[in-house]
């Protein structure tokens, strides 16, 4: 199904064996998921990616599910299905439980559905809210 | 700027003019911002849509702060110029602090590049991923 | 605002002119708004955007109005906001009426809103749904 | 291959049983779609949007298949291929004809082309097009 | 998977069927995929969108591999599965090595963070650009 | 108009004046455009997003120009006015001609439109454009 074929283990250059064995460290888990083994043909890109998506991802002012939110929220909204799929899988492993969950999904359908509205009546940006 | 006139308070049918008043009172605050003033031309999409988010953005088990940060990345994720606007303004009166802003947009630029990535190279889905 | 000067009457090749006075005659008015005066630079785009459009937008088994409503869907939910501009002020000339648009913005609303759950819950298509 | 299992009628809540109910009686039918049937893990959410849903798209100024077109439109628009499917199966069903869903589809082919060189060339909207 | 059923070489009908010559004859290749296959059920449809490519796509002053690329680029950002599939293999048939598509997808990467961000801070555009 | 006030250059902190610095030297050139000066609130971020864009942009296999016109096609698919305006600005600096910017709209509408046909549509991926 992908452009490139997704690389085994085996298949890795010493570069991407590398990355992959961060990335196995840093989760304390052994799966690699498949974004990882496309990326993995291009071993800088592969590295400048993982090694941005840990920095930002790691600890901060926000709490780890709510940057997952966040991150769902784009993914949703890219209307990508990997990443729909990945993030949604990463937000309940950070502990988002069903009732959580679904008021993700009413504010996501909120949000959608006044973003349209504000397009179609291309409303002028208030003074109050300029920086 | 906008497809219809913005609707000063004098000019308000009195079913647009009720749900105003429960803006107000929902909110502690005079202020009503232009979205609404161009949603009043219709009194029924503006009670329907003020209603939906008066419960959708009411207390849950998500805080305040993050329903309005996926809020905003949704806004941003679409493109929206007036969404952008008016949610991050939300969110700054929500306590946002100019460190999770910028961890914010540091976890939505991330998003928007792996999406692209994700897409470019049409990864399966993971099976561990899978409901 | 654009990325080349807009063109005007004076300023056109010969074939540009050409094709100004085809949309004129078309539209019977005078006016002959920015989006072609920047398109004129390159004639050929120009000529053979308008062509197809007026193939496209002349009449056949969908009514004036339909087909403008479903441009217009395109355009605001391709946030652009000068085809959400342009092709809202076409559909009243086309007769679109104030209850129509607000019917109109209701089911943009709804449609962004459904696309949006849809594409965050990865609903599988039922096989009542294939051809 | 969606984030939630989709729920079998027995598997349903009795509040979720209630707007299923409902769905088969508003359209005459047994058949309830793979949509509702992921929402039903939130029978709030569900109840929402299906009650909006069959306020919006009931009668009122524009006609069903008129309606249905737009909904297309959005969807498509917003690249989700569950709300692809399912709204084009929905506009069949009230009556598009083939020769009807090739207008439409040169419509939205004519607005995806406009509105990338509008973006493109970042127009400025004519005086003409404000409200 | 299709809204409508993709033709066999048997069901074309004779405008159909002198489009598939051409694609033929002009890309030197028996293969016809799916795309117009399913575009053949509206025959001038399908005749008006391949004149089109076949002239766009023909030779310019850009070179056709910067083309593809573009069309690539195109098609990710628009999240279509298909088109990124086949102007990915379009792309290679036309000699993008992997180190190129390594760098395009770094390309890529980058502007749509970069965008995220831009949209995110609406920042105003700087006079120096504007033409 | 941003939801930041944009930083002078006597209001730089010193790891975000570095930054600039390094722009200014990289470009040849004093003018430090606006979204630098937007990010600069975040100097962390600031020195991310520049150090990726630099290494990305800079020599490889693929010639600046083509990948600044894929840098542009992916912010007019973005919908980002910032970002059409100031990589259009930064193409005409790499030596696209008026012709070349001819070209590039073209392939960019042709994409548009076949990618909301394969949208509309539904076409399945043929076998040959599989990795």
């Known amino acids: 199904m992908a452009t490139l074929p997704l690389l085994d283990d085996a298949d890795l250059s010493p570069e991407a064996r590398a990355v992959f064995d961060d990335i196995r460290a840093t989760r304390g888990s052994d799966f690699v998921n498949n974004f990882w083994r496309a990326l993995a ?10 090694e941005r998506l840990k920095t930002v991802m790691g600890p901060g002012t926000l709490d780890p599910l709510t940057k997952e939110l ?8 890219n209307s990508c299905p990997y990443c729909a799929h990945s993030h949604t899988a990463a937000a309940k492993a950070k502990g988002m439980t069903e009732a959580q969950y679904g008021e993700f999904l009413a504010v996501l359908a ?11 009546l291309q409303v002028k940006v208030d003074d109050a809210f300029l920086a």
């Open 41 to 50: 043909h291009d071993p800088a890109l592969l590295k400048a990616t993982w």
């Open 110 to 120: 909120m949000a959608s559905q006044t973003n349209a509205l504000a397009t179609a």
């Open 70 to 77: 966040v991150y769902m929220a784009v993914s949703i909204t």
